[in-house]
């Protein structure tokens, strides 16, 4: 056994502040409000339902995550939230149209007290989207403080201990880092001067890593993941996570394809098709914002196939996602999947998915685990990017130099190592020959 890592208590309310109150966000209050009062089962949450298996097999040590961390209670979550609109959480639930009307109302009045606070906000990054509850600044510099103000009051008058801040936002327009996001100098410079690379949600980063509180991002847009932001996480000791939750056809996909990939059967064709009626389909209706998700979405099968590595089985590979937005399935997803494979001696075959599913009732227990992942990693002074929370992305935040791991099972794994490091138990190599000695 090796030395455990220091980890502090989990005394006092954890404060989980989300940018948007969209579908996503409402599932996750909302659900957590349910667990609370027994109304609805956790399905779905690492930290609530999962285990660790440590020491030997043979032992019979598999304690729940939970208890082995001494995770904060739901009773101590606090929700905080931003929003361009005014819509307090329980006309957002409504709005949002996820969860049905019986289970909103028996957690009302707990949705109602959460009032999204005024958003910074600019539709130059998210074209199809516009609200009245927007904040004034004359430069992105007042706004970030306008934000850091708005942590600090939220933190004492919720008397919380420690937060944790996720972005649940619009997916924003495409961006690519250019001079202004390669040092924390430089990106100072660019909020004083309104530089148009910095988007609304990498002044929420800012705003929180200044303020040394771990920030998530559940969306692909760029965020927190730019040096500039990579450098003040380290001074300020602050973890992060992002980007993209795994949902809906991309986690099939990391099931799927490592499976594929292990019996060395080819793959020359993967067409993906989505039909989606929430808000979220409609800002991705934008080529714009649709064109972030797209690199998101279509990156994983390359690094999970690994085509250098094996000519003639991935390096054709034709791989098309598309998203279409159809009002009418409001947030329950259709996706499709046809995959073209190769077997032995080049035989052709097919596989079709059809993945009826609901898009924030797969994401809200991911909001949930990253939020107290994120502040257990804090609590263990762990900074930067968390890459054992690659689990929970489609588009997986690692350092630079390294490519992503995006297999769902090696992401698994690297989670759970990370929990046993962090008790100093021993990793699981899963080698298993001690058995037959
Ligand atoms: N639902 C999923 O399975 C899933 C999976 C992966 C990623 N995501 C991403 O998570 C994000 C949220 O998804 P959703 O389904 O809740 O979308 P949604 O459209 O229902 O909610 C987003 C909310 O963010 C608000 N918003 C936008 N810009 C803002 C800003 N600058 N400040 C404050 N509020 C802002 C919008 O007004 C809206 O209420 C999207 O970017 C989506 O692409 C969702």
């Given at each position: 056994m090796e030395t455990p890592v220091d980890i502090a208590a989990a005394q006092g309310r954890l404060g989980v502040l989300l940018v948007g109150l969209g579908a996503v966000s409402t599932t996750v209050i909302a659900g957590v409000h349910a667990i609370r009062k027994k109304l609805a089962p956790a399905v779905g949450s690492l930290t609530e339902l999962g285990t660790v298996r440590l020491g030997k097999r043979s032992d019979g040590r598999s304690p729940r995550i939970r208890e082995l961390f001494e995770l904060p209670p739901l009773d101590d979550i606090v929700f905080g939230a931003w929003d361009i609109?005014?819509?307090d959480c329980y006309s957002a639930a409504r709005t949002a149209g996820v969860l049905e009307p019986a289970l909103l109302d028996q957690v009302k009045a707990d949705l109602e007290a959460v009032k999204p606070m005024a958003a910074v906000f600019d539709r130059q990054y998210v074209k199809r989207l516009d609200g009245p509850n927007v904040k004034k600044g004359k430069t992105k510099r007042e706004l970030a403080d306008a934000l850091v103000e708005d942590i600090r009051s939220f933190k004492q008058r919720h008397d919380c201990a420690r937060l944790v801040l996720i972005w649940c936002g619009s997916t924003e327009i495409y961006l690519q880092e250019s001079s202004?996001?390669?040092s924390v100098d430089a990106f100072e410079a660019g909020l004083a001067s309104n530089d148009p690379g910095i988007p609304s949600s990498m002044i929420y980063a800012y705003a929180a890593i200044k303020e040394g509180v771990p920030y998530a991002n559940a969306a692909p847009n760029l965020s927190a993941d730019i040096p500039a932001l990579l450098e003040l996480a380290g001074r300020k000791r602050v973890p992060l996570a992002g980007k993209?939750?795994?949902?809906?056809q991309t986690l099939i996909k990391t099931i799927m394809a490592p499976g594929l990939k292990a019996r060395v059967l080819g793959v020359n064709g993967w067409y993906s098709t989505n039909i989606l009626g929430n808000r979220d389909g409609e800002v991705l209706d934008d080529p714009e914002s649709f064109k972030t998700k797209e690199e998101s979405k279509k990156s994983v099968l390359d690094y999970i196939f690994q085509p250098h590595l094996y000519p003639g089985l991935y390096d054709q590979l034709h791989h098309v996602v598309r998203i279409n937005y159809y009002p009418p399935r409001g947030d329950n997803k259709e996706g499709w999947d046809n995959i073209d494979l190769i077997g032995w001696l080049g035989y052709p075959m097919q596989l079709k998915i059809n993945f009826l599913c609901r898009d924030s009732i797969l994401a809200a227990p991911l909001v949930l685990d990253t939020a107290l992942f994120l502040d257990l990693a804090k609590r263990a002074n762990m900074a930067g990017i968390q890459e054992w929370l690659s689990f929970y992305f489609k588009s997986p935040m690692h350092a630079p130099g390294l490519y992503p791991e995006h297999d769902l099972f090696i992401q698994l794994m690297k989670l759970k190592n990370t929990l046993r490091y962090l008790k100093g138990e021993e990793l699981i190599t899963h080698l298993g020959l001690e058995y037959y000695d």
């Open positions: 609109f005014e819509e202004v996001h390669q993209d939750l795994k949902t809906g």
